[in-house]
């Protein structure tokens, strides 16, 4: 582990384990070293022993939010869907945040997902997690049997080679065009902020999509998702995605085959990258986990660039500004609302 990392996970022990010996929390959520090589998995500790478990690493790239609803709940005393929330106040949680995490934690709050007074967030500025696959595509088809964090660099070793690793080559995509590295709301730091950045081509993915006609988009998004296994992984990891029945569960009414079938797959993807719109921070996490390699970031990362133009908003930046789909005003711009696409058009 560099020696920056160890630093971070260092100090995340160390804040962990005071918080739960005080009792503020009944649990902190971090991570702790995966099985495989370059892969770090989330972590609960419940005790000072097992906070000493918690590690930090540029392979951090599940989004925390997603397991902080269930987790608070675990210490709720079971009720009724009816039933008032009980009195009095309820056990803490303890959670590493980066500036994306720390964002979709904003949009729970704002989406009554959970309570900020419940919740201790260790905010950390993030310099980029590393995509796993842009490292496997630097070696080929050669097994890796560890993977070494130096402060710039990543060392990958496999049965006859070693390779050195520019960090930044094998930096996630989304992560590259983060705006907003730093935590927006926590309560403990962990080293310093890095301030916003100025990224001016941040939607290029998406421009270069826009550009293609129609038809020519049509087929990048079928052949895209031509491979989804349907396995839900992206839904799963998704800290937006906490409806207890999602659509595609559904069988009364059954709004969409449960199959591989084009029009299926195609449904999904277009119905839950909407249902992302105005709330997606970019964290990257669907695409992180998906075993297909399927880009459906760019979905989301679309309707990003959408509600930026169209209602000059950003998800998860502070808790007072209202969603933009889940509020109304009458002054709302709606010009963009129905166009009239004709084959050929560009937009
Ligand atoms: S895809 Fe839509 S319906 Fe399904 S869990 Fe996500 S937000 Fe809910
Ligand atoms: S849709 Fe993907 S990128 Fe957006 S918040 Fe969910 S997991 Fe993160
Ligand atoms: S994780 Fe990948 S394969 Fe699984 S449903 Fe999502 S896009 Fe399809």
């Excluded at 995490?101 to 201790?120: A, F, G």
């Excluded at 696959?133 to 049997?145: A, D, P, T």
């Excluded at 085959?257 to 669907?286: E, Q």
């Excluded at 695409?287 to 998860?316: A, H, N, W």
């Amino acid at each position: 582990m560099s020696s920056v990392n160890e630093k971070i996970a260092g100090k995340i022990r160390s804040i962990a384990s005071s918080l739960l010996e005080s009792g503020e929390v009944a649990a902190f959520l971090g991570y702790t070293t995966g099985s495989l090589p370059g892969m770090m998995q989330p972590y609960v500790a419940r005790d000072a022993k097992e906070a000493e478990n918690l590690s930090w690493s540029s392979f951090c790239v599940i989004n925390l939010a997603n397991y902080l609803p269930a987790l608070l709940k675990s210490f709720e005393p079971p009720r009724r869907p009816n039933e008032p929330p009980p009195e009095g106040p309820l056990p803490k949680v303890g959670v590493v945040a980066t500036g994306c995490w720390s964002r979709n934690m904003v949009v729970q709050i704002q989406e009554n997902q959970i309570d900020r007074n419940r919740v201790v967030i260790v905010g950390i500025s993030s310099r980029g997690m590393v995509d796993r696959r842009k490292v496997q595509r630097f070696v080929g088809n050669r097994e890796i049997l560890s993977m070494e964090e130096q402060a710039n660099f990543l060392v990958v070793k496999g049965k006859d080679f070693e390779e050195k690793i520019n960090r930044w080559d094998v930096v996630r995509d989304n992560c590259k065009t983060c705006t907003h590295p730093d935590p927006v709301i926590y309560d403990e730091l962990v080293g310093g902020l890095s301030g916003k950045r100025d990224i001016p081509d941040r939607f290029r993915q998406v421009d270069e999509i826009e550009a293609l006609d129609i038809e020519e988009r049509w087929k990048w998004f079928q052949e895209e998702i031509s491979s989804c296994i349907r396995c839900y992984a992206c839904r799963n990891v998704c800290p937006l995605c906490y409806c207890p029945t999602c659509f595609v569960d559904d069988s009364r009414p059954q709004w969409v085959g449960k199959s591989i079938d084009r029009v299926d797959t195609a449904l999904f993807h277009i119905l839950r990258a909407y249902h992302c719109a105005g709330r997606c921070t970019d964290c990257g996490s669907c695409e992180s986990v998906c075993p297909m390699g399927i880009r459906m970031r760019l979905f989301t990362k679309k309707l990003q660039k959408d509600v930026l133009e169209l209602y000059g908003f950003e998800p998860g930046l502070d808790v007072e500004t209202p969603l933009p789909l889940s509020t109304y005003k009458v002054d709302d711009p709606e010009d963009f609302i129905i166009t009239n696409i004709k084959k050929g058009d560009k937009k």
